[in-house]
């Protein structure tokens, strides 16, 4: 099993609806997450860290499951500059981050 | 407000061939990382460095060199360039290595071996 699994998608979805979307870990002490989003062809750019309580902004909302070892992704009201590939990335036992392979989203008018 | 700066952006190389990729941040981070991202697979380590004067090994280190030439530059070598190396090399920086706080990265290296 991989350290963090992703859905690799794509997730096909109308304009404004919302989608949500996991990132799996395997390190029950993994103690720090976060999501990026890279459009193609481009470096990913950090989208927003998962704190414990959950986070949210504007239309994205981050959330934590630690009991299942996922965090997840919401993204309400979507648009067609959301279409992009979406990592989740894990502090691993070294300290150092370990990444999904990624989520692509499509947002279709 | 440059962040992460990657020199060059696309390179072919053919295959025993010798290069340097270039990383420079002027966000005053102590830690420097490369990595390599191929499709379908995340982006996997090849190398790091906490801070100024220490490098260390991620997944992938097999054929690559590193050095971190001060706070703000570190470099990374192929030293004989084979087709598996063909891949997408990022550079990214963060305030410390502790995992707390979040990469930046460079807009990538584009590399082909024939």
């Known amino acids: 099993r991989k350290e963090v699994e992703q859905d690799p998608g794509p997730f096909n979805v109308p304009e404004g609806a919302t989608v949500a979307f996991n990132c799996t870990y395997s390190n029950s002490a993994s103690q720090s997450f976060f999501w990026y989003r890279q459009d193609c062809r481009k470096e990913p750019k950090l989208l927003m860290s998962v704190y414990s309580s959950g986070n949210e902004d504007g239309r994205f909302t981050a959330q934590l499951n630690r009991a299942s070892q996922y965090i997840s992704l919401l993204i309400r009201d979507s648009k067609l500059s959301d279409s992009a590939t979406y990592l989740c990335?894990?502090?691993?036992?070294?300290?150092?981050?370990?990444w999904g392979a990624g989520t692509k989203l499509i947002i279709k008018p | 407000n440059a962040g992460v700066t990657q020199t060059p952006k696309f390179q072919v190389l053919k295959t025993g061939q010798s290069m340097t990729l270039q990383c420079a941040q002027d966000m005053n981070h102590n830690s420097m990382y490369w990595y390599r991202q191929d499709p379908g697979m995340g982006l996997r380590l090849i190398y790091y460095?906490?801070?100024?004067?220490?490098?260390d090994k991620g997944e992938v280190p097999n054929g690559y060199n590193v050095s971190r030439l001060n706070k703000r530059e570190f470099s990374l070598r192929l030293e004989s360039a084979a087709p598996s190396q063909t891949s997408v090399y990022f550079c990214?920086?963060?305030?410390?290595?502790?995992?707390?706080?979040?990469?930046?990265f460079g807009d990538g290296t584009r590399l082909s071996i024939l």
């Open positions: 990335a894990v502090r691993g036992s070294n300290y150092q981050l370990i």
């Open positions: 460095s906490a801070s100024e004067g220490t490098t």
């Open positions: 990214a920086s963060s305030e410390a290595k502790t995992g707390w706080q979040p990469q930046h």
